[in-house]
Structures are given as structure tokens and as C-alpha cells.
């Protein structure tokens, strides 16, 4: 024991590197112990990952508190390391501070969180985590069409949330509104086409129109929006070629393309059966006239 006084007498400095590091060390390996017994011990997955997330930023201000107060001794000198300390990495992380406070700012505001499917700085996907500094997305889209994933993992700066627009699917309100578009030949008996349509539609997207008015109903309640009009909508426009059918309806953020799939599986067989009185266009060419050919023999 004497020795290690005298060596600690004559290493003043480098014992409290050591210490220092120790001290670190325990406060990471208490933060992993806490957040393995929250692991085993909270059933539900929503709770376990919030209260992870909590005890890991809680250890890391504990980390930063512990760093000054260590190094410095007292009050007086704690706040003035605490001004050079915010004055130096203001300039030198400023992406990494604005990352920090884009987290704070995402769990405070709740912009966001796991299981959201949201579209920011050009890039769509669904949130699988947030941490302290980035946001994990499984991206959709890219070279896949419709709403796929494309198998590739995103992380984001939480800085982008300060930088421009978040598309957010599925907070408050988890339905989009979509679109079909049906070519009718000009013969065809539109009032058939219009009623095969309209009543495909309410039988296929009863489940959605009715889970959407209650839910719609909230969200005009908690934002300045008006009324919308939730039932499927068929509005007809004349072109060159065919009579335009367009279907406008509400549907579920993450069921668009099997929604869609199925309206126009069950129309195309519904129109089959109306022996030629609804007829499906396609682009035609007509041609009026044939110019005339001369030929010379000679």
C-alpha cells in the first residue's frame, strides 16, 4: 500500500488518466447491465426499446457531467469549462451537435419513431431505430417498383429533420389516398362500366373507408383541415382514344399494391362477362387514306 501511495504521489497525472478511464468504463458496463435487464425483463417491444433508448442517453449525460466535474474540481471552474467546452465543439461538431439535438428534438416532438414509414431527404422507408445520432431506415423503392423494400439499410444524420421536409405515412393518420385509371372504348355502355367500378370499389375498400372516417375524424379535430371526402370517387375524362375512367380512393399506407392489384384483377373479370357491352381500350392507329403509288417501268 505504501508503494502505491508513492507511486500515485509521484504520477499524479497519470493516475487520473486511469481513474478517469475506470470511472468510464463502469458507467459503460452498468448502461449495458441495465439495458440487458430491461431486455429480459419488459415483455413489450414498444416499452423495451423506449426505456433502452432512455438509460442509454442517461448514461451518456451522466458520461459528459462526470467528465467535467472530474477534471475541473469545482463549481466555479466546472461553468467556465462548460462555456470553452460549448464554444469549442460549436465550431468543430457542428454536424454532431446538430445530430444530438435532432434526436432530442425527434423523441420530445415525436416528428417520428420505429415502425413509421416516412420520406426524408429524398429517401423512403420505414423507421426501424433511433439512436443519438442517426436514424435507421429499411428503404423502399429505388430500382423496386411500388411500396417494396429494397433490402438496403439507411442510416440518416438526425440533422435532416432541421434541413427540410419529413413525409410522415403513418403518424396520426396511416391511410394515403390513391388512384386508378381505366381506358373505355367509346362504344361501350358507360353506365355499366361506371356502376361495375364503383361497386367493386366499395366492396373491395369497405374495410378502409370505414377504418379511415373515425381516425379522420381525430385528425380534423386536432388540426386546422377540413372534411374529405373518404368514399371511392370515379371521375371520367374524354380523349383522343377511349374514355378515361379515374378511381380515386383511400387505402391502408402499407396494403397500396395488393389494394390495387385486387381492384383490377376484379374488374377485368367482371367486364369479361358483359358479353362485349364494356370494352377495354388499348392505342389504336386509324388510317384514312393510302397515298397512291406510281411506278415507272421503264
Known amino acids: 500500500m505504501e508503494q502505491i501511495k508513492n507511486w500515485i504521489a509521484e504520477n499524479p497525472t497519470l493516475y487520473s488518466i486511469i481513474a478517469y478511464v475506470l470511472l468510464v468504463v463502469f458507467v459503460l458496463i452498468l448502461i449495458q447491465l441495465l439495458r440487458r435487464f430491461l431486455r429480459r425483463q ?162 373491395i375498400l369497405s374495410e378502409f373507408t370505414a377504418s379511415s372516417k373515425s381516425q379522420w375524424n381525430e385528425v380534423v379535430n386536432k388540426y386546422y383541415i377540413e372534411a374529405a371526402m373518404l368514399d371511392p370517387t370515379l371521375a371520367i375524362s374524354l380523349t383522343d382514344n377511349w374514355i378515361q375512367f379515374n378511381l380515386r380512393y383511400i387505402v391502408n399506407y402499407k396494403r397500396r399494391r395488393s389494394t390495387k392489384h385486387l381492384l383490377f384483377d376484379a374488374i377485368h373479370k367482371k367486364i369479361k362477362t358483359t358479353n362485349g357491352e364494356v370494352t377495354l381500350a388499348s392505342t389504336t392507329l386509324e388510317l384514312i387514306k393510302i397515298p397512291e403509288v406510281k411506278i415507272n417501268t421503264d
Not at 421536409?165 to 390513391?178: A, C, H
Open 42 to 203: 419488459v415483455s413489450d417491444s414498444t416499452a423495451r426499446y423506449k426505456s433502452q433508448k432512455g438509460i442509454e442517453i442517461i448514461g451518456y449525460v451522466i458520461l459528459i457531467l462526470l467528465t467535467f466535474s472530474y477534471f475541473t474540481g469545482n463549481i466555479k471552474d466546472f461553468t467556465l469549462a462548460i462555456g470553452l467546452f460549448t464554444a469549442g465543439i460549436a465550431i468543430t461538431l457542428q454536424e454532431l451537435i446538430l445530430s444530438i439535438a435532432g434526436s432530442l428534438y425527434i423523441f420530445i416532438v415525436k416528428v417520428y419513431k420505429p415502425g413509421d414509414r416516412i420520406e426524408i431527404n429524398g429517401i423512403k422507408g420505414d423507421v426501424i431505430d433511433v439512436d443519438s445520432i442517426y436514424t435507421t431506415m429499411m428503404e423502399i423503392g429505388q430500382w423496386v417498383s411500388s411500396d417494396n423494400y429494397s433490402g438496403r439499410l439507411v442510416k440518416l444524420s438526425n440533422a435532416f429533420v432541421f434541413k427540410g421536409p419529413i413525409y410522415n405515412y403513418s403518424q396520426d393518420f396511416p391511410f394515403i389516398w390513391d388512384e386508378l385509371n381505366l381506358p373505355i372504348t367509346y362504344d361501350s355502355n358507360v353506365e355499366l362500366a361506371k356502376s361495375i367500378v364503383i361497386k367493386i370499389a366499395s366492396n
